[in-house]
């Protein structure tokens, strides 16, 4: 699995920045915005973990460039997708940061959209990334991922309001 993962002491690093980081500006995001404690927290942890699994350098050595594009096809990417330990791992690492986001902001829209946008982000910059390769069939698990949990977010704040309007009338 390691193969799969790269995780070495850079990676911890940068886990470890990240979570101090989230730790120190959680409070006053979550006092300015009115969002929920908890999940916000805990978005704060799975960004900084997408972050250190995806932008640090790995150890395998690796021509700049966009492997698996095939043209953009999106026949050859989904071909691509979905075959190995690695392909649900990339659509896994975005379930709960779509899960979290909507439970911590109680919307739909502003997760969406980081779920659209980050994975792509994420593989743009991985073309300056020592040792990683951007992957159409990576953006698109990561974005099947993502809404995953994004729905799986509002079907739970839909059922909590409607429980909670059922106990008030």
Known sequence: MLHVVPVST???V???VGV???VVLWRPLVVRTGWRPLPVLLAGACLAATAALTLVAA?????????SLGGLDLGYVLSEAGHDLESFLNAALFV???LTLVL???RTLPPLMVVLVLPGLIEAAQLVVPGRVCSAADYVLNVAGG???VAAGAVAVRSWQRSDGARRG
């Open 10 to 12: 850079s990676t911890v």
């Open 14 to 16: 940068v886990l470890l």
């Open 20 to 22: 101090a980081v989230v």
């Open 59 to 67: 150890d395998r050595a690796s021509i700049p460039g966009c492997a």
């Open 96 to 98: 709960p940061l779509g």
């Open 104 to 106: 911590g902001m109680r």
């Open 147 to 149: 809404l995953v949990g």
